[in-house]
């Protein structure tokens, strides 16, 4: 059984976290430090919600990949992209919090 460290504080049992935690939760608390009351869950998840959409041009990004290309290399590539661009004024933070999953 493994302790959840976030920023270096001990956060509790990781187990304990993992069954009672969803990925909203996770997202929070790598965030912010803390895990999200009940209505910042409702925020945040509304936000995640908004920011979902994956733009035509990413999707064409992905399809220049050969089909046996490593997967970590392929993350790199579009984090870096992600970043870089400014699509409808969406946060980089944002945006690596949905291509990472």
């Known amino acids: 059984m493994g302790l959840t460290l976030s920023r270096g504080v001990v956060g509790g049992d990781g187990a304990q976290l993992a069954d009672s935690a969803d990925f909203v939760d996770a997202a929070f608390l790598l ?3 803390a ?17 979902n959409l994956v733009h035509e041009k990413l999707i064409r990004f992905y399809e220049g990949f050969k089909s046996d290309a490593h997967p970590m290399a392929i993350m790199v590539r579009v984090c ?4 870089t661009a400014d699509e409808a004024g969406r946060g980089p933070c944002m945006r690596r919090v949905l291509v990472a999953p």
Do not use: M, T, V
């Not at 870096?80 to 970043?83: D, H, I, L, T, V």
């Open 31 to 33: 965030l912010s430090g």
């Open 35 to 51: 895990l999200p009351d009940q209505n910042k869950h409702a925020e945040f998840e509304a936000q995640l919600k908004f920011h």
């Open 80 to 83: 870096g992209r992600q970043c």
